[in-house]
């Protein structure tokens, strides 16, 4: 692994955002520069120390300078401290560790004059280890006396565990600790559990969807096992800005949460830049977000600004680095070593070795995905680049703060992928400034994911008829079935275990199955890992992987021992899977007409095959198709589908023979905008499209959310129908392109390699059904539907 060795100039010059703009956008490229957006510097909002603080926190407080506090610091505090269970939901870099920090440390402080040394207790949950080790270093460097902080996790040694279960008074560790470990050997934790005085759930946005119902039931199993112990803690917890945060931390707790939303903390001027890609060199479309994002990398590292740019997946990562490394030793070779990537799948080493090179200000450029956008404290940092709509706005101020947290000005600029989203957020900037966030989406109701959790929590703790209300009204059915099942048995007293293997090992909380080990061949060594349904995808035999700047080919994926053997070598091509898909409609929940269009939502099954791929060269030539042979894949899931009479589409002037290619362009565009909606990712929901299902004997379109039960996704694009295919009508129509690009209807993830697609038989698709709308006059549903979209 490369790591930069450059050091940055001991006094780097005041950073000033417009004239580093200017820079990038000099000459020809200044007609790339769609927007640019001044957010204002915020004042501080200073309170003093509440005195039921213990002397020795404030005194090591005050001696790293922290001598009074911002108000939300002081109102969460305060209300945790009160025994109300209190989210803060600021912005990045205002300071929320310390209003959980202050509750915390005072009354561990204060219990280690117990007859145990430990009176209090508190547990730290983080979705990452990088941010657990992160927020170890802050409470070490406080040296607040009496205090045993530990870090346990994966990493963490045999021999150090029993003395953290023992002694340590606060343990930061992460959600899958808690359901492989803490959870079901609960015994062992029971002095700890006992004094259990606080629960820290930290960036707790990132619990949505399938990861967030997840969250949601492990919160309840934690709550019914300290109970178990006589303990009833506090749970305090920390969240980017998002909609309502009171309400989505309601539901992951299960209980009454206090939101604490008025930041008080300074910020200083953000310039905020919208940049749309240059066309390529054919006039053929425009350059990927990716190398553009790598050339202004690559500017703005020759200026010596510290800058992370974020990419949206591992392989853009991996070549937006490399692109800006190739630059920079062109034209300033001293400075190719100071870029440097950083994504989740990396080994903890490597990780933390990046981590303290962006600190030490050693590395002046990185790459990164959202694994770099949990919190990690990292000072100092000028500007931030987007490539690619990160997937909610709530995730793209999260990225953008990272920039200018030392108190300077910074600078922000969202490059757009060729993509349906990022095209219509460069047109309409209105969609990224002065609206708010989005709500976020997570059921913690999902049979698919409280089923095996009620099953775990059987097997800490018989179930009692009484802990039923804590699972939700659907536990008791849900019970039946495990019962029915094998997997519990039921007593006059209670549901318990009734298999000899662990039950914890049956869910795995983020929604990702199976993981697959990627291994070098030669070595032995493992270079990452990779969920099993992404594997067949991107890992198969075959495939063409890159792994810090190298590049591997997969010589065998074993799905039967989850390995997918590499070996080193770049064959000078890429590779693209190709899949085959098909829908079963299992039932609707929701319907509604808008006349002969039927909309619904309801449960369906999608089967999915990776059939072959495609070797491609740079120039996009294909040399080659290659079988597969891979199993089908079905997913159980939630979605939203429409159907259209074949008589509406011919009076829109949509021949039955380009129905398939309109329906598929429709679908395509139509995912790429979701995000807008609900708080996904396009790489969280998927499409099928048929010209006729034997379902429902039409054309139908399905867009699904690509989780086993589904995740919220699918839910809210019914609710928000007409403004969701509005803006995706809009996208389309305004498109400069002639026959349809990725901006528009081509999709990066399509299993068909984009065939058929019919632009503009899709545009006329969707004016037709949109044209339907109920209560609007003809011609007025699309700006009816924009306004919706943008409010």
């Known amino acids: 692994?490369?790591?930069?060795?450059?050091?940055?100039?001991?006094?780097?010059?005041?950073?000033?955002?417009?004239?580093?703009?200017?820079?990038?956008?000099?000459?020809?490229?200044?007609?790339?520069?769609?927007?640019?957006?001044?957010?204002?510097?915020?004042?501080?909002?200073?309170?003093?120390?509440?005195?039921?603080?213990?002397?020795?926190?404030?005194?090591?407080?005050?001696?790293?300078?922290?001598?009074?506090?911002?108000?939300?610091?002081?109102?969460?505090?305060?209300?945790?401290?009160?025994?109300?269970?209190?989210?803060?939901?600021?912005?990045?870099?205002?300071?929320?560790?310390?209003?959980?920090?202050?509750?915390?440390?005072?009354?561990?402080?204060?219990?280690?004059?117990?007859?145990?040394?430990?009176?209090?207790?508190?547990?730290?949950?983080?979705?990452?280890?990088?941010?657990?080790?992160?927020?170890?270093?802050?409470?070490?460097?406080?040296?607040?006396?009496?205090?045993?902080?530990?870090?346990?996790?994966?990493?963490?040694?045999?021999?150090?565990?029993?003395?953290?279960?023992?002694?340590?008074?606060?343990?930061?560790?992460?959600?899958?600790?808690?359901?492989?470990?803490?959870?079901?050997?609960?015994?062992?934790?029971?002095?700890?559990?006992?004094?259990?005085?606080?629960?820290?759930?930290?960036?707790?946005?990132?619990?949505?969807?399938?990861?967030?119902?997840?969250?949601?039931?492990?919160?309840?199993?934690?709550?019914?096992?300290?109970?178990?112990?006589?303990?009833?803690?506090?749970?305090?917890?920390?969240?980017?800005?998002?909609?309502?945060?009171?309400?989505?931390?309601?539901?992951?707790?299960?209980?009454?949460?206090?939101?604490?939303?008025?930041?008080?903390?300074?910020?200083?001027?953000?310039?905020?830049?919208?940049?749309?890609?240059?066309?390529?060199?054919d006039g053929e479309g425009r350059r990927s977000a990716t190398s553009e994002a790598a050339d202004l990398l690559a500017q703005l590292v020759g200026d010596r600004v510290q800058t992370v740019a974020f990419a949206r997946s591992r392989a853009g990562v991996e070549a937006l680095a490399t692109s800006a490394r190739r630059t920079l030793t062109e034209v300033r070779p001293e400075l190719a070593d100071a870029v440097a990537a950083y994504r989740g799948g990396y080994l903890p080493e490597e990780?933390?070795?990046?981590?303290?090179?962006?600190?030490?200000?050693?590395?002046?450029?990185?790459?990164?995905?959202?694994?770099?956008?949990?919190?990690?404290?990292?000072?100092?940092?000028?500007?931030?680049?987007?490539?690619?709509?990160?997937?909610?706005?709530?995730?793209?101020?999260?990225?953008?703060?990272?920039?200018?947290?030392?108190?300077?000005?910074?600078?922000?600029?969202?490059?757009?992928?060729?993509?349906?989203?990022?095209?219509?957020?460069?047109?309409?900037?209105?969609?990224?400034?002065?609206?708010?966030?989005?709500?976020?989406?997570?059921?913690?109701?999902?049979?698919?994911?409280?089923?095996?959790?009620?099953?775990?929590?059987?097997?800490?703790?018989?179930?009692?008829?009484?802990?039923?209300?804590?699972?939700?009204?659907?536990?008791?059915?849900?019970?039946?079935?495990?019962?029915?099942?094998?997997?519990?048995?039921?007593?006059?007293?209670?549901?318990?275990?009734?298999?000899?293997?662990?039950?914890?090992?049956?869910?795995?909380?983020?929604?990702?199955?199976?993981?697959?080990?990627?291994?070098?061949?030669?070595?032995?060594?493992?270079?990452?890992?990779?969920?099993?349904?992404?594997?067949?995808?991107q890992a198969h035999t075959g495939a063409v992987h890159v792994h810090q700047g190298q590049t591997y080919v997969v010589t065998e994926l074993d799905l039967a021992t989850a390995t997918a053997s590499v070996v080193r070598g770049d064959p000078g091509w890429s590779t693209f899977a190709q899949s085959v898909s098909a829908f079963d409609l299992v039932g609707a929940q929701r319907s509604t007409s808008w006349g002969p269009v039927e909309v619904s939502f309801g449960s369906v099954q999608v089967h999915t095959q990776v059939t072959s791929f495609l070797r491609r060269l740079p120039s996009g030539e294909v040399i080659g198709t290659h079988p597969l042979e891979l199993p089908t894949r079905t997913l159980t899931t939630k979605a939203v589908w429409w159907t259209m009479p074949v008589e509406l589409l011919a009076r829109a002037g949509i021949d039955e023979a380009d129905i398939p290619g309109a329906a598929h362009a429709a679908e395509h565009a139509a995912i790429g905008m979701l995000p807008l909606m609900a708080t996904s990712d396009r790489w969280d929901i998927g499409g099928v499209s048929t010209a006729l299902h034997p379902d429902t004997g039409l054309p139908t379109i399905l867009v699904y959310d690509g989780y086993p039960g589904g995740a919220g996704f699918a839910e809210r694009a019914y609710e928000s129908f007409e403004a969701w295919l509005g803006a995706t009508e809009e996208t389309i129509t305004s498109c400069r392109c002639e026959h349809g690009c990725p901006a528009c209807v081509q999709s990066p993830k399509c299993g068909n390699g984009n065939e058929p697609l019919n632009k503009a038989a899709a545009a006329r698709l969707l004016r037709a059904v949109l044209a339907l709308a109920p209560h609007a006059p003809d011609g007025t549903a699309t700006e009816r539907a924009k306004a919706q979209a943008a409010h």
């Open 1 to 281: 692994m490369s790591t930069a060795t450059t050091p940055l100039p001991p006094e780097r010059p005041e950073f000033d955002p417009v004239d580093a703009l200017g820079r990038l956008a000099a000459g020809e490229r200044g007609a790339r520069l769609r927007h640019v957006h001044e957010v204002p510097a915020r004042a501080a909002s200073l309170v003093d120390w509440p005195t039921w603080v213990d002397p020795s926190v404030y005194a090591a407080c005050a001696g790293s300078g922290l001598t009074s506090l911002w108000s939300h610091q002081r109102e969460a505090a305060d209300l945790a401290h009160a025994g109300s269970h209190v989210v803060m939901a600021t912005g990045t870099a205002s300071g929320k560790s310390l209003g959980y920090l202050l509750p915390v440390l005072s009354a561990v402080v204060e219990g280690a004059n117990a007859p145990t040394g430990r009176g209090a207790t508190a547990l730290y949950l983080s979705p990452t280890k990088a941010l657990a080790a992160d927020q170890l270093a802050r409470i070490e460097t406080l040296a607040v006396p009496g205090v045993r902080a530990a870090t346990y996790d994966g990493d963490t040694p045999s021999e150090e565990r029993r003395w953290i279960r023992d002694h340590a008074q606060l343990v930061l560790t992460n959600p899958d600790l808690v359901h492989h470990s803490l959870l079901p050997r609960h015994e062992r934790w029971a002095p700890f559990l006992r004094a259990l005085r606080y629960v820290v759930v930290d960036e707790c946005h990132v619990y949505r969807g399938v990861f967030g119902s997840h969250l949601a039931a492990l919160l309840r199993r934690l709550r019914r096992v300290c109970a178990r112990y006589g303990a009833h803690p506090t749970f305090v917890l920390a969240s980017a800005t998002v909609r309502d945060p009171g309400a989505h931390a309601t539901r992951l707790v299960g209980m009454p949460v206090e939101p604490v939303t008025r930041d008080g903390s300074p910020r200083e001027a953000m310039t905020f830049a919208l940049w749309e890609p240059g066309p390529l060199s």
């Open 351 to 537: 990780r933390r070795t990046l981590e303290r090179s962006l600190r030490e200000g050693s590395l002046v450029g990185l790459a990164a995905t959202n694994a770099l956008e949990l919190g990690i404290d990292i000072s100092g940092l000028d500007a931030v680049l987007l490539a690619g709509w990160p997937g909610t706005r709530a995730s793209l101020w999260q990225q953008a703060g990272r920039a200018g947290r030392a108190g300077a000005r910074s600078l922000a600029v969202f490059v757009a992928a060729d993509d349906p989203l990022d095209t219509y957020v460069v047109s309409h900037p209105e969609i990224v400034f002065g609206q708010p966030v989005e709500a976020t989406v997570l059921d913690p109701e999902n049979p698919h994911v409280l089923a095996p959790h009620l099953a775990a929590a059987a097997a800490e703790l018989p179930l009692r008829e009484g802990d039923l209300p804590l699972f939700g009204p659907t536990a008791r059915g849900l019970l039946d079935v495990l019962v029915a099942r094998g997997i519990l048995r039921r007593r006059t007293n209670g549901w318990y275990w009734a298999r000899t293997d662990r039950a914890s090992d049956h869910v795995s909380l983020r929604g990702a199955g199976e993981v697959v080990g990627i291994v070098e061949q030669r070595t032995g060594r493992v270079l990452g890992t990779i969920d099993e349904a992404s594997a067949q995808s």
